[in-house]
């Protein structure tokens, strides 16, 4: 059975287990990977950060009341988030990094900034 370059498609000559013809073509393969991994992190990044940025400039002191109107218009994606925090009371708060929100009964949104110390060690 005949082998072939995961890259370029030629036959490979050589080891049993060799999968490319050459370092080249083994570069160019793994590039490509790594590349194609890249641009949907980057996309799902760019996502997170425009949700931060948004819920930021709305909430300049810490706390604030806002339509959930006014978060879609300007452009804030629901659908993204890093990470939920349940209160001891029930309330779901939703956070892109440090800015999260809380969806309130009429159609309005609570918007915090979550102060927590980060130490380094």
């Known amino acids: 059975m005949e082998r072939l370059c995961l ?12 999968k490319f ?15 194609e991994d890249s641009l949907v992190l980057r996309r799902i990044n760019s996502i997170l950060k425009k949700n931060r940025n948004i819920l930021a ?10 339509s ?10 629901f659908d993204y988030h890093t990470y939920y925090y349940e209160t001891q009371n029930g309330n779901c708060y939703i956070f ?5 929100y809380l ?6 949104v609570l918007v915090v900034k979550r102060e927590e110390k980060l130490w380094l060690s």
């Open 7 to 18: 890259d370029c498609g030629t036959a490979v000559k050589g080891r049993a287990d060799k």
């Open 68 to 77: 959930r109107k006014k978060l879609i218009s300007a452009g804030f994606n």
């Open 103 to 108: 969806v309130l009964n009429d159609d309005r």
């Open 96 to 100: 892109c990094y440090e800015y999260g």
């Open 21 to 35: 013809c050459d370092d080249s073509c083994r570069n160019n393969y793994n590039n490509r990977i790594k590349t």
């Open 57 to 66: 400039q709305f909430n300049p002191n810490g706390k604030a009341k806002i």
